[in-house]
């Protein structure tokens, strides 16, 4: 075994003996803050991880700490031995109910290596503890599809020596049946994304929107743009992407801020002058606070979304079929850019793209950045970039397939957009 692959939307349940080896590959593979370990529970509630008096409310914080992170949508490792099954039935529960992908990574360790391992620590645990265990693992690597699991991976001592052994994180994969709220371009339009978001049912709780009944948001990019307020508009949708309420992938215009603000030879101001007189007119200090953050929202976001399993995909602009599940600098450049005709249509719109055209996935695609008069269903795709600006701003509602619209706000030209657009 040489890589594991795991969906950005996953619950890791961690399973083996004291002494196999599971928080150190934990340390090794993740960020330390992906990881929701028991025995660090332990300590947190009574002060001494051996504590084994304190387990039952180690294991109540221990499960209270995996479903805060999964209800922000966070990838998270549960750390803990996991021989008994209703440890993992529980996890597996607490997974199922935030549409996680749950997946059972088994360490099949040599008894004699466990034991071993367990004197060299500094916390030991009793043989007998360990020898039973171990021998429970068979059978939970023959039975542990059959709870449930997604996916279930065994790892041997040899893997765990493996130089070229490695964890990889699917950040464009997200297992989340939703439902969502699909937002196109707001290019810098704040007023109509408030407006938008209340007329989808959105609620301002402390400085961020929630939906009442937990559907998320997802922007199409292109946050900021030739509209009135863009440092406003992406505060709003980093408040809902760092709350767990929305996701985001980028567009081309705030991937063209993004190289700007990070000081990229050869990046002009065309097209960017409204945002960045926005970004100038701050005082230095919420100058360079905005800058961090944003240029930290565009570097962490995947170039597309896979969604509900595979039958979503949302890019900024657009995605063909034979490359969804893909991620290389063409793919992402596809994504930003999309493919030009150089045709236009009525009112000096640019004419369909051939992936359109052409596309004949099973799942639904859903972007922005081709401007169109209407919004409506090609192919089993969409764009629902209507010119926020000069058009409104429209969104889809998923899985009902729904389109929610709101008037344009401000007075901008179809030259201008297009100018600061292209």
Not at 39 to 62: G, H, K, P, T, W
Not at 131 to 145: C, M, P, T, V, Y
Not at 158 to 173: C, G
């Amino acid at each position: 075994m040489k890589k594991i692959s795991l969906p950005g939307t996953t619950l890791l349940v961690l399973c083996g003996p004291p002494g196999c080896g599971k928080s150190t590959f934990a340390l090794r593979y993740f960020k330390d803050t992906m990881i929701v370990s028991s025995d660090r529970c332990r300590a947190l509630v009574s002060d001494y991880e051996e504590n084994m008096a304190a387990s039952r409310e180690a294991f109540r914080l221990f499960h209270y700490t995996i479903e805060r992170r999964l209800s922000l949508g966070r990838f998270t490792v549960a750390d803990s031995t996991a021989i008994a099954r209703q440890a993992r039935r529980e996890l597996l529960r607490i997974g199922r109910k935030y549409g996680f992908n749950v997946t059972l990574l088994v360490f099949n360790i040599p008894l004699d290596v466990c034991l071993e391992r367990n004197t060299g620590r500094e916390r030991r645990v009793i043989r007998p503890v360990i020898i039973k265990a171990s021998k429970k693992l068979r059978h939970i690597i023959d039975g542990a599809f059959s709870e449930g699991f997604d996916d279930v991976y065994v790892v041997t001592d040899e893997d765990l020596n493996d130089p070229f052994f490695k964890i990889e994180i699917l950040r464009h994969v997200l297992t989340l049946p939703g439902p969502f709220d699909i937002i196109g371009d707001v290019h810098g339009c704040y007023g109509e994304l408030v407006l938008l978001l209340a007329r989808l049912g959105y609620r301002r709780q402390f400085n961020y929107h929630a939906h009442p009944s937990g559907r998320k948001a997802v922007f199409l990019g292109d946050i900021a743009g030739p509209g009135p307020r863009s440092i406003d508009s992406f505060w709003l949708a980093k408040a809902m992407v760092d709350s767990g309420n929305a996701f985001y992938v980028p567009g081309d215009y705030c991937r063209r801020l993004c190289r700007y603000l990070a000081g990229k030879e050869g990046e002009s101001r065309q097209g960017l002058e409204k945002v960045l007189d926005e970004v100038e007119a701050l005082p230095e200090d919420k100058r360079s606070y905005f800058r961090e953050e944003f240029l930290r929202l565009i570097r962490n976001a995947p170039p597309y979304l896979i969604l509900d399993r595979g039958r979503l995909v949302v890019s900024h602009a657009g995605i063909r079929a034979d490359i969804t599940g893909k991620v290389t600098e063409q793919v992402e450049n596809f994504c930003l850019f999309g493919e030009t005709r150089g045709e236009t249509i009525e009112q000096g719109l640019p004419a369909i793209p051939h992936w359109v055209g052409e596309y004949r996935g099973e799942a639904l695609v859903v972007c922005g950045h081709n401007p169109v008069s209407k919004a409506g269903f090609i192919n089993n795709t969409i764009s629902l970039d209507r010119g926020c600006a000069i058009g409104g701003l429209t969104a889809l509602r998923y899985p009902e397939r729904e389109i929610v619209q709101v008037p344009s706000l401000t007075a901008c030209s179809r030259a201008e957009l297009r100018m600061d657009l292209y």
